[in-house]
């Protein structure tokens, strides 16, 4: 399988929790217990995490300068807040989504001057990529938003 086939089809399937608990926020059901807003939030913070790593690793392919250097001090600041507003998110659940939504809008934007230093085609496939599904799960927490404002 291609290497966009790969990427296209997983951060296709990484939506669905994000879909998931919306939906179950919105119909307020569960699963097993668990709220759609904590399948939301804590999946939020895994694909908040996991995006920063990916940061990482695209600094990790690049000759090391001091601008690398504050993209990954960045990640790790992003990262924090967005633990900080998931320990928070009990109490103050509206807060916590738009500071993850501020977390993903933040290391889009990292990702974004790493791939326009990028030369290779797939990079930039999936770059587009990256813009697409961070659109989609901006769109998502909004969603989650408005049910809860």
Partial sequence: MS???????????GLIPFIAGLILSA??????????EAIFITYSLAILCFLAGAVWGQVLKVQF????????IITNIL??????????SQKFYVVS??????????VFLLEFNLFKL??????R???RLRVILTGLVIAAHSGMLVIHA
Avoid at 65 to 72: D, E, K, P, T
Avoid at 79 to 88: D, K, N, P, S
Avoid at 97 to 106: D, K, R
Avoid at 118 to 123: I, P
Wanted: proline share 0%; no cysteine.
């Fill in 3 to 13: 290497f966009t086939k790969v990427t296209y089809g997983l951060g296709s399937l």
């Fill in 27 to 36: 119909r307020q059901h569960d699963i097993l217990g668990i709220s759609g």
């Fill in 65 to 72: 300068s001091h601008a690398h250097q504050r993209i990954l």
């Fill in 79 to 88: 990262v924090v807040i967005g633990w900080a507003a998931f320990l928070t």
């Fill in 97 to 106: 989504v738009t500071v993850l939504t501020s977390g993903f809008a933040g």
């Fill in 118 to 123: 990028s030369t290779t085609r797939q990079d």
């Fill in 125 to 127: 496939q999936y770059g």
